[in-house]
């Protein structure tokens, strides 16, 4: 949450709702936020580096996925994505 709030007053915060409809366009090496407070971790946040962005999808590589890194392909509509931070 902390990068969140850091990200809205530096007015590098994009809401899903921006990326969902095409408002925002991440650019490689933005960070995407995800909802993780229900996988049962002492966390509640979830942290992703963008590799590629298209019109229906993305990809991402994140750290402590399945405890290790990994290259992952997701779209804007994953009910787990909150937005995205400018980098």
Same mark, same amino acid.
């Given at each position: 949450a902390e990068m969140v709030t850091d990200a809205? &007053?530096?007015?590098?915060? /994009?809401p899903v709702t921006d990326l969902r409809t095409g408002k925002h366009v991440p650019r490689v090496g933005d960070i995407l936020?995800?909802?993780?407070s229900s996988e049962g971790v002492s966390?509640?946040?979830?942290v992703a580096r963008? &590799?590629?962005w298209r019109? /229906?999808?993305?990809?991402?590589?994140?750290?402590?996925?399945?405890d290790r890194w990994a290259t992952v392909e997701s779209d804007p509509f994953n009910?787990?994505?909150?937005?995205s931070i400018d980098v």
């Open positions: 809205k &007053v530096a007015k590098k915060w /994009h936020i995800f909802d993780r966390w509640g946040r979830h963008v &590799v590629e019109e /229906h999808n993305f990809t991402t590589i994140d750290g402590n996925h399945g009910p787990k994505l909150l937005g």
